[in-house]
């Protein structure tokens, strides 16, 4: 269909385009040009305004789209995959669970509790806009060292933010992951994970549909907060962005209630087409990116928009990104029917536009035309980007370094004492100072919460199945090493899966990276995500969406590449739920996987003398996968009481984790781990890779059905009644009381957090 | 036995409720909304946790003046049981149907955790299925938890077995250690004067299952199953 474009006349009182005014909203020269191409005139500021949002890189992943098509997506059960607000995939007998990780990094950093909390709201909205009910929260955080106040100011905040929100809406928050390293220091990463559940029929997309359709804007009114806040969120931190605050929104978890049960409603009541959060870039994107997946067009009126302030201009409507707000195309003449079901929710309703014919994106006040783009092509026609990819120099160099040739220091000689020191490194030490301030319990179907087991697990109820869950990332092995780092990332979060039973299913991720215009960086990018596509092939595990989140970076540099993996796995007969703690004094310990030499990159090297260098550690992606399979026959028999990843402290941090499931009911273990092929350090504090301690009464069934996966399993000793911890590593022997380690594992975060509390009472 | 429980646009355990007295005691219960009066001939009310009206002014504040709240009142003033739990109980006490008040925890932060509650007593319609001292193991979740009423209050309600259930370690020790909230006298739960209003921080539709760890919430329900009558 042709069409004539409008007359679309600037503004009274709009500033004037200028080189500066458009290097203001981020927008390169060349990017320019090719406006101007699009529209075959000068833009209005408002227009200006709509492409600065909408090529943004959070908006148009204009320098990530081409290597995260290199991704698998595919498996039977993929009921939707990258491109709608959340991936679904079927578990079986007509339920469908829909998923998806986001970041909200940048507005943590200067504001942790609104940021973390509107992190929070934005992705339960991603979920539930698909018309699945959010039934579980994980969330995967980054921080700099807890030594310094600042930092724990941060973390606070965070955690506050986090639990308010999922608190007040009645999701429970079930598990996640929390690593420190001063890489975070100026730059927190904040990613939350929804995870929902619906029957396939009820699946609906974003797609805007049927010509003459009214589109409503739904919720809460539109306000003068988070205006340009995809654009912020890229763009590097810097001391200028404490003047940015006013660009991080404020969340209402209560509002977000009423519009979660709203939206289901409305969704069953087949009164609607489509609907889509008003998330990044609010109006603007979420109308062009509808009108784009339906290939139609739509006109907008922004004097129909419900405001919360008098005398807001087309641009600040349309960018604005006040929160709890959702934009909805109803069917044509169901309007009523769909504001009633609004109004049981004291919600306010307004049409505010309409599906048209004609193939453009129209923006009017009333009469006039405050802007028009041709057909979809604002969002189609986005520039993309092939940066330059080069390795880091300084990185090849620390990864060249030898581990084994780290002297020890001298309290090494009491190996206790070393694994003390991991036990309370933060990273390792238990986080119950943060998962207690999380409701992790209401809708009463969390088998497991945070900290029991090596994922949470969350009932289907009214099946005999549960979903086993689990955030995941070691960024220190993606720094050193971004393909290898990658692949781990997929393959830790599929072991900790299947240690609780369940068979990993699919991801989600969240690549949070730095600027992608330097070729360290891209480099970076480039290979974690080959790296991931790896695992994710290997382990059948496809991506079926997920987030971006580049220039993570302050003036002290960029924060460890970090392809946060939000992975959800299938638990087939909730019988076969496994914990990681030891249940079971006289039980055999068995590992399954082999122990190695390798020592690099490990939490040992940083937390006890401060390197991060060396070699990953390997991951042999055939392996994990029998390891899988493996694990999974073996809890199938009933045979298994216990099963742990080895991960960051390796063995020995794995051991004492086990033996202190329950502080006030300790386990001890005995276990002989000698051989002359590795030395103790690696023994007992390296990190190899798939390897797993399972706890069994029937250790002849469990190696039997382990070997015959093609995967190593060796007794190696026994769950003991008394607490006590001993690891015989060739020579040298580790043999402490558990008591120490406890308070070790135990105290770490809340005497670290009590300092910021004396700090700054 | 016909159980209702209200929802208000901000409940978040209304579902958990429901499930609870059906799933797990195989009662009829409905939904009753907040801008309904009609009761629906239930014998039995629960207010369930939650953020009643999203609690920006004080955890239940708003919620007493609620349609549905009217006709509560009316049927805890005929008798019959009415459960706070939670929101519930904060809503209870700002509705004037149980005394004291529910105050930011004392260490202001949410916790959700495992609790031991130490069974007090008598409460013949809620606690006839345990037995006194019985130490039980239940969930909370909730910022404002901290149980006040000035000490005349707290003294007569102690006096007239007006306290349900209070915070003990395992053994069932009362203890400043064992009192999660600062709580006085580490109270968790009252009854109203009558003993058909109970009020209770902890979450007792959380403990009826031993999947989610423990069964001890549900002979608080068959107590009122065996008085009232199934």
């Not at chain 1, 669970?97 to 943590?108: G, L, M, Q, R, T």
């Not at chain 1, 919600?347 to 004609?358: F, M, P, S, T, Y």
């Not at chain 2, 005691?25 to 009206?53: E, K, M, N």
Request: glycine share 10%; aromatic share 6%; net charge negative.
């Amino acid at each position: 269909m042709s069409t004539t474009p409008s007359v679309v006349h600037a503004r009274p009182g709009d500033p004037v385009i200028t080189p500066a005014l458009v290097a203001e909203h981020g927008i390169t020269p060349f990017e320019y040009e090719k406006l101007l191409g699009l529209l075959g005139r000068e833009p209005t500021f408002t227009e200006l305004g709509i492409v600065s949002a909408l090529w943004s890189e959070h908006c148009s992943y204009k320098h990530s789209r081409p290597v995260l098509k290199t991704l698998p997506t595919q498996a039977p059960y993929v009921l939707q995959g990258p491109g709608e607000n959340a991936g679904v995939i079927s578990v079986g007998d007509g339920w469908a669970v829909a998923f998806k990780i986001e970041s909200h990094n940048h507005p943590s950093a200067v504001e942790p509790y609104q940021g973390a909390a509107t992190g929070v709201g934005g992705i339960l909205r991603d979920v539930f806009t698909m018309g699945a009910r959010p039934i579980a929260m994980l969330n995967s955080l980054r921080f700099g060292s807890l030594d310094t106040p600042r930092v724990r100011w941060l973390m606070s905040g965070v955690v506050k933010g986090i639990g308010d929100y999922g608190n007040c809406i009645g999701v429970p928050t079930v598990g996640g992951d929390v690593m420190f390293d001063p890489a975070y220091e100026g730059n927190p990463l904040v990613n939350a994970m929804c995870v929902g559940l619906m029957r396939e029929d009820e699946l609906i997309t974003a797609k805007a549909e049927g010509i003459g359709n009214p589109i409503l804007a739904v919720g809460a009114r539109t306000g003068r907060d988070g205006i340009h806040g995809a654009s912020f969120a890229s763009e590097d931190l810097s001391e200028e962005n404490e003047a940015k605050r006013p660009r991080v929104q404020v969340g209402d978890p209560f509002t977000e209630k009423l519009l979660l049960e709203a939206s289901l409603e409305l969704i069953r009541s087949g009164h609607i087409v489509a609907i889509q959060d008003m998330g990044a870039a609010g109006l603007t994107s979420s109308s062009a990116e509808m009108a784009e997946r339906g290939d139609v067009g739509v006109v907008i009126d922004v004097t129909k928009v419900p405001v919360r302030e008098e005398g807001m201009t087309p641009y600040e409507i349309l960018l604005s990104e006040s929160q709890e707000r959702m934009l909805v195309v109803a069917k044509r003449g169901h309007e009523e029917e769909a504001k009633a079901i609004l109004r049981k929710w004291d919600l306010q309703a307004e049409v505010i536009g309409e599906v048209i014919a004609e193939p453009v994106y129209r923006v009017v006040e009333g009469d006039r035309v405050v802007a028009e783009f041709p057909g979809s092509r604002l969002v189609t026609e986005c520039p993309q980007y092939a940066p330059e990819a080069r390795e880091s120099d300084a990185i090849i160099a620390l990864r060249s370094r030898e581990p084994h040739a780290v002297v020890e220091r001298a309290e090494e000689a009491d190996t206790a004492w070393t694994l003390r020191q991991l036990l309370s490194s933060p990273t390792i030490a238990n986080k119950r100072w943060i998962y207690r301030q999380y409701d992790s319990q209401v809708r009463t179907s969390t088998v497991v919460g945070p900290g029991a087991a090596d994922a949470a697990v969350v009932r289907l109820r009214g099946t005999n199945k549960a979903l086993a869950l689990k955030t995941d990332c070691n960024s220190r092995y993606v720094y050193l090493d971004p393909r290898m780092g990658g692949r781990i990332a997929v393959a830790e979060a599929a072991r900790n899966v299947a240690c609780t039973g369940g068979r990993p299913m699919a991801i989600t991720n969240c690549l949070n990276f730095g600027n992608p215009k330097k070729p360290e960086v891209f480099f970076q990018f480039r290979e974690a995500v080959h790296g991931m596509g790896d695992a994710c092939r290997a382990l059948g595990t496809p991506v079926t969406g997920g987030n971006v989140s580049l220039y993570n970076e302050n003036p002290q540099g960029a924060v460890f590449p970090t392809p946060t993996i939000g992975m959800v796995g299938l638990i087939d007969d909730i019988a076969h739920v496994t914990r990681s703690a030891f249940t079971t004094a006289g039980d055999s310990i068995v590992l399954l996987g082999e122990n190695t030499d390798e020592l690099g990159a490990s939490e040992y090297l940083a937390r006890v003398h401060g390197l991060t260098i060396g070699a990953v550690p390997v991951v042999d992606l055939d392996h994990e996968k029998r390891l899988v399979d493996a694990l999974l026959a073996a809890i199938a028999t009933g045979a298994v009481h216990s099963a742990h990843d080895l991960s960051e402290g390796g063995l020995a941090v794995a051991l004492a984790e086990c033996c202190m499931g329950d502080r006030d009911a300790m386990l001890g273990a005995s276990v002989d781990v000698s051989t002359r092929t590795c030395s103790t350090r690696a023994l007992l504090w390296g990190e190899a890779q798939g390897r797993v301690l399972v706890s069994t009464s029937r250790p002849e069934d469990v190696l039997g059905t382990v070997k015959a996966h093609g995967v190593t399993a060796t007794v190696i000793g026994t769950v003991t009644a008394d607490a006590r911890l001993v690891i015989t590593a060739g020579a040298r022997i580790l043999d402490t009381p558990l008591m120490p380690l406890a308070n070790a594992y135990f105290d770490a975060i809340p005497a670290l957090m009590q300092r910021a509390a004396m700090a700054t009472a | 036995m016909k159980f209702g429980v209200v929802t208000f646009p901000g409940s978040n355990c209304d579902v958990d409720a429901l499930h609870a007295v059906t799933d797990q005691l195989g009662q009829t219960a409905v939904s009753l909304w907040h801008r309904d009066r009609d009761l629906q001939g239930c014998d039995v009310l629960i207010l369930p946790g939650g953020f009643s009206y999203g609690d920006a002014l004080r955890a239940g504040a708003i919620a007493r003046f609620s349609p549905i709240m009217q006709e509560v009142k009316a049927h805890a003033e005929r008798g019959a049981p009415v459960i706070g739990i939670c929101n519930g109980f904060q809503i209870l006490c700002e509705s004037h149907l149980l005394p004291g008040a529910l105050m930011r925890n004392a260490g202001l932060k949410f916790i959700c955790d495992w609790v031991y509650l130490k069974v007090e007593g008598p409460a013949p319609l809620y606690l006839s299925g345990y037995h006194t001292g019985q130490v039980l193991r239940i969930p909370i979740a909730h910022g404002e938890g901290r149980f006040v009423a000035d000490d005349a209050v707290l003294d007569g309600l102690e006096h007239s077995g007006q306290v349900v259930f209070r915070y003990c370690d395992e053994e069932g020790n009362v203890s400043d250690d064992a009192n999660p909230n600062g709580a006085a006298r580490g109270i968790a739960g009252i009854t109203n004067a009558a003993g058909n209003v109970l009020g209770m921080m902890p979450h007792p539709e959380r403990a009826v299952e031993s999947l989610l760890g423990s069964t001890d919430g549900l002979a608080l329900f068959e107590s009122l199953l065996a008085r009232v009558g199934a």
